[in-house]
């Protein structure tokens, strides 16, 4: 990128192209920066790294979905339309990422994904999550990302004005991080900002809570999942240690995570030997 150009970035999100995160996200980086708007057409939450490639709505579709892979015609629509904002995209987070960061020209220097209603806390959270997701996109496509989400836990019907700590941050984030070398060292960031109506500017650099809270019991012959992590949310009473993410945002915080796209593999010796082992390998 050119040091005296402005930034070129890709606004995604997963709540909807009409969420009032992604408005107050792009009233705020317009201010730095020169912003295409690629996301989705409706609320795609918690759909992860999922496509709209491959994904069939009938019988029919899927006979011709087989019948294409058979041919080798590997490539499917997906559909938009134009947008005051940008471009509403019949799909999920990550198809707007890939869309935007190889479809449009120029190709963005900096993809970012969000504000999210609802905090985007703890490892386990990451992959689940489409706004994250679409910044772990985006750094598989070789772009850098930040995800950005605000705790509304408790905090009814957010508007516009609500999400301006976002703005400002993720701004200020996108006019200085590039240049100062900081992606070449990281993949993406990923921004949490407390509830609106919280106190205070700290800001933390954290790491992933590694506490999991997903559970699930069989009560009068059904299944039922629970989420411990909204319930300790909103007793404000959780286990993470400081330095973590989920312990920054509830002591008042932004928490800001740098993170790589996964997946590390691990090599030691020990492994190696076991794996051989199981596996019959010499």
Known sequence: MNADAEPHVLLTNDDGIDAPGIRALYDALTEVATVTVVAPDRNQ??????????????????EQLATDMADATFTVPVPHTDHELGYAIDGTPCDCAI??????????????????????LGAYVFSRSGTVSAAMEAAFLGTPAIAVSMDTLGYDNPEPADFARAGELTASLVADAPESGLFDRIDYLNVNVPRPDTDGD???????????????????????LTNRLWQQMANRDIPDPPGTDRHAVLEG??????????????????VERLLGRVLGID
């Not at 869309?99 to 985007?120: F, I, M, Q, R, T």
């Not at 790491?207 to 039922?224: H, K, L, N």
Request: net charge negative.
């Open 45 to 62: 939450s918690a759909v992860g790294r999922s496509l709209s490639y491959g994904r069939t709505s009938s019988a029919s579709d899927g």
């Open 99 to 120: 869309v935007g960061v190889n479809a449009l020209e120029p190709e963005p220097d900096l993809v970012v994904s969000g504000c999210n209603e609802g905090a985007n």
């Open 202 to 224: 700290a800001i933390e650099l954290t790491r992933p809570t590694e506490v999991y809270e997903m559970d699930a019991a069989c009560v009068d012959g059904r299944f039922e």
């Open 253 to 270: 915080a932004v928490s800001v995570s740098p993170l790589s796209a996964p997946y590390e593999v691990v090599e030691s010796e020990t």
